[in-house]
Nanobody, 126 residues
């Protein structure tokens, strides 16, 4: 079973940066996908980015392309979401999630993900 623990949220000014971390309990073995999602108050959960363990293929929502970067550190068994040029509309609770699959491309639909970490609040405000 894949276990996920999220850290790194907080309050940041517009234009600032934050890095979220998702520590995973299973980082080797079968191919798996880790994704980042967010949910703003009153809105549906939105896929932000994902990464495939076997080939590091990544995917990004259009709203974050060029500003957010997903990456993996095998030694630390952690997936990161580096968020730069943050905007007030990035304010949300952020989650990481995962699923095990043979696919070499990752999906941003929440329905694909079987395992979810707890959320962390990211607030972008002046």
């Amino acid at each position: 079973q894949l276990q996920l623990a999220v850290t790194g949220g907080g309050l940041v000014h517009p234009g600032g940066s934050l890095r979220l971390s998702c520590a995973t309990s299973m980082f080797t073995g079968p191919n798996y996908i880790i994704g980042w999602f967010r949910q703003a108050a009153g809105s549906e959960r939105e896929g932000v980015s994902c990464i495939v363990s076997s080939n590091n293929q990544t995917n990004y929502a259009d709203s974050v392309k060029g500003r957010f970067t997903i990456s993996r550190d095998n030694a630390k068994k952690t997936v990161y979401l580096q968020m730069n040029s943050l905007k007030p509309e990035d304010t949300a609770v952020y989650f990481c999630a995962g699923y095990v699959d043979h696919d070499t491309r990752c999906n941003l639909g929440a329905g694909w993900y079987s395992y979810w970490g707890q959320g962390t609040q990211v607030t972008v405000s002046s």
